[in-house]
């Protein structure tokens, strides 16, 4: 039982968890418009993000993450950088202009934990702007990198996929943000700082009203995008309403960082039905 919950902790502490949601962001865009597979660029952001996740969490200095605490964190550290080499090694097989994308989001993650300058902040410390960068990363990788990646026309359809993926992150963001609000330093100014968690329960709300109506301004509207977009909107509402200022242990770190999971298999399962 004790290496259960071993492994359990690990999978989430090494950030398995969120990498396979990224995976699942991408896929669900590859069935949207009607891209071919990819691997590469699959395996490229599911490897990437468990690195860039770790080095994000456990290595804000460099020096930090080169310097493990404990055989935990080492084992953490070994892990990152085997699944480093592996992003390096699928990164190899993408096109020149799927590099240029991949560049930008590299970039935008190192100045999200690293500060462009000695003794400035960085992204991660910049008052409330910390959540945009992040919904920014994810937006960019599981929507405009596939595209790309497939040779596709950057197109209204693909923008307003971006701008409702930004916010599905900003809105899985919200539970995160609650319960971390009694920890985080004033100085971040984070949202249920700034307005309360009250209100900040009731932007992620309208938020994802507003995702679910986006969909309807698509210049090629298909049943199995309405459905998907109308389940996604039901998933983050229920989240959103079950989220509390003490919330359980697993609560955001496993339950709500599952929603594009979730969302994925529904979507694999409407997609047998209603194809494209």
């Known amino acids: 039982m004790n290496w259960l919950k071993y492994i359990f902790h690990f999978y989430l502490d090494a950030s398995i968890h969120v990498a396979i949601s990224v995976f699942a962001c991408i896929e669900i865009t590859c069935i949207f418009f009607g891209l071919p597979r990819d691997n590469h660029i699959s395996y490229l952001a599911f490897f990437g993000t468990i690195a860039c996740y770790n080095f994000v969490k456990y290595g804000v200095e460099a020096k930090k993450y080169l310097l493990a605490a404990n055989s935990y964190h080492k084992n953490i550290q070994v892990f990152s950088f085997m699944a480093g080499g592996f992003a390096l090694y699928h990164a190899y097989f993408v096109s020149f202009d799927a590099w240029i ?6 970039v935008l993650t190192s100045l999200y934990a690293i500060p462009l300058l000695p003794n400035t902040k960085n992204l991660r410390n910049l008052g409330g702007l910390k959540i945009f960068v992040v919904a920014l990363v994810w937006a960019g990788t599981t929507v405009v990198l596939p595209i790309i990646a497939a040779n596709k026309t950057m197109n209204w359809d693909v923008g307003v996929e971006g701008v409702q993926r930004f916010l599905m992150v900003l809105i899985l963001m919200v539970p ?15 949202l249920p700082q700034r307005f309360g968690f009250v209100n900040t329960k009731l932007y992620g709300a309208l938020g994802a009203v507003v995702l679910f109506f986006l969909t309807l301004m698509k210049d090629h509207l298909t049943y199995l995008d309405v459905i998907g977009k109308g389940v996604l909107f039901l998933l983050l509402g229920i989240f959103i309403f079950l989220t509390k200022r003490r919330q359980t242990k697993y609560f955001s770190s496993f339950w709500v960082e599952a929603i594009p999971i979730f969302w994925w298999i ?11």
């Open 101 to 106: 994308g991949i560049v930008v989001l590299s």
């Open 176 to 190: 995160f943000e609650i319960r971390d609000m009694e920890y985080d330093d004033p100085e971040l100014k984070t």
């Open 266 to 276: 529904c979507i694999l399962v409407l997609d047998v039905f209603l194809g494209p």
